[in-house]
């Protein structure tokens, strides 16, 4: 009988890109397993299966429990799984990259190595945030200044469109309801979003930790990417939310922010966003040789040669090394 492990490994050719998987999919009180390449969820109303390679993130809330085998076709297929909690949303697992080139890894590991490049990427950021700004030449201390003052700019704007009070953001750690409805939802999307922009960030080979505007946090660079659609998505979708009533606002901001990310098709505009900030103009390097494992090794010079070979000066011809 054929079992799991002797099942033939996928490789990115049989993968759904990271812009065309659903964001993410919350499951609750149900037993997880694996059919083949697709996960099941089973509860008392019977069995639904999941083509695990469709998933961006996949939240699995309490009362779930989750086997060995559906974690292992979640791992091959990229998917990242966050455990969270009732009302909150936490990534603690990922699958491996989607890509097999490390050229985003080492292009983010070059950007955020200098400090002149580390800034210019954060005033990218900050112009794709705020587009009728020119941040050119503004110190750090500038740019957290005036991301400041557009926030709450946007917090008081929403309120006037929405008619939601605003009090001001209020959040206590590791307790949800201590906040007003609206706290509650803008809570809600910014978790659900750091989880969606953690599927992107380790789907493309990047370091979550990396970070221009964050630093110091193994997710920094991932609340780099959440943060650069907070003011057009997250928290004008939060107040909608709110302005329709106080009951089950965590649930209720969960599936609006789904469908808007798929409205919107931000995962695709994920993607192409990072690859905007890592990458320079006209690098096109990750469009080719994604499904293929090409290995080489540094060399003087800058120069890449051949990994699997001997390369003894002393030989006339390489050896090929079998490990």
């Not at 990242?80 to 080139?101: D, F, K, N």
Request: proline content about 4%.
């Amino acid at each position: 009988m054929t079992t799991v492990s002797q099942r033939t490994a996928l490789t990115p050719r049989h993968l759904t890109r990271a812009a065309e998987r659903v964001s993410f999919i919350y499951l609750e009180r149900c037993t997880v397993h694996r059919d083949a390449n697709a996960i099941t969820a089973q509860d008392a109303e019977g069995t639904t299966h999941i083509p695990s390679a469709t998933i961006g993130t996949l939240l699995l809330g309490p009362g779930t429990r989750i086997t060995h085998q559906a974690m292992s076709v979640l791992a091959e297929t990229g998917a990242a799984v966050c455990w969270v909690g009732e009302h909150g949303v936490r990534h603690y697992a990922a699958g491996r990259a989607l890509s097999r080139s490390s050229a985003l890894m080492e292009a983010q590991a070059r950007q955020w190595a200098n400090a002149r490049t580390r800034l210019a990427v954060a005033r990218t950021m900050y112009r794709m945030r705020f587009p009728d700004e020119d941040p050119a030449g503004l110190t750090r201390h500038e740019l957290l200044g005036r991301e400041g003052r557009r926030v709450k700019a946007c917090y008081r704007a929403e309120a006037a469109r929405t008619g939601v009070p605003w009090r001001g953001r209020q959040y206590v750690p590791g307790d949800f309801s201590s906040g007003d409805p609206v706290n509650q939802a803008i809570t809600a999307a910014a978790q659900c979003m750091y989880g969606t922009a953690h599927a992107v960030v380790a789907s493309l080979g990047c370091s979550p930790a990396l970070g221009f505007v964050h630093s110091g946090h193994e997710l920094s660079f991932v609340l780099d990417i959440a943060d650069l659609y907070k003011t057009e998505i997250g928290i004008p979708l939060a107040f909608d939310v709110a302005a329709q009533g106080a009951e089950d606002v965590g649930t209720r901001t969960r599936r609006a922010l789904r469908d808007r990310i798929n409205e919107t098709r931000l995962l695709d505009r994920c993607v192409d966003d990072i690859k905007r900030l890592l990458l320079p103009a006209g690098d096109d390097r990750t469009s080719t040789g994604d499904d293929q494992d090409v290995v080489t090794l540094q060399s003087d010079g800058g120069r890449e040669v051949p990994s699997g070979l001997n390369h003894d000066d002393g030989q006339d011809d390489y050896e090929r090394v079998s490990w």
